[in-house]
């Protein structure tokens, strides 16, 4: 069920939040975790690739109940993206086709 309400989150977020602009040289957002899993990895690559790009939280895990703050300041060439969330339970999710242009500066809900 968590899975189902990952991928709206995303998908309210994409398609309600305000438009910005693809000139800044930094995306940030904050990353809630509204579940009982701790979040151990989240990815974003190109939907065009196969490939799933560096591991954005590194070395950190992101706990149940708790928040971080996420800046990719790399730039991003496109905003669409494929994003990927591993738990602790061994679930992963998927969402494809993620806008982080629009997602710049907003809140992101994980369980909500």
């Not at 065009?48 to 591991?55: I, K």
């Not at 992101?62 to 928040?67: D, I, N, P, R, Y």
């Not at 591993?86 to 086709?97: E, T």
């Amino acid at each position: 069920m968590r899975i189902h309400r990952f991928a709206a989150a995303f998908v309210a977020v994409a398609l309600f939040a305000p438009t910005a602009m693809a000139q800044s040289a930094s995306i940030d957002f904050t990353l809630n975790n509204e579940t009982d899993h701790v979040l151990t990895r989240l990815f974003i690559s190109l939907p065009s690739t196969d490939n799933w790009e560096e591991d954005i939280l590194g070395e950190d895990v992101l706990g149940a109940g708790e928040s971080i703050e996420i800046s990719i300041d790399d730039g991003l060439p496109e905003c669409v993206y494929d994003i990927r969330a591993d738990f602790d339970d061994g679930d992963s999710v998927q969402v494809a086709r993620v806008n982080f242009c629009e997602l710049d500066g907003e809140e992101l809900t994980v369980g909500e």
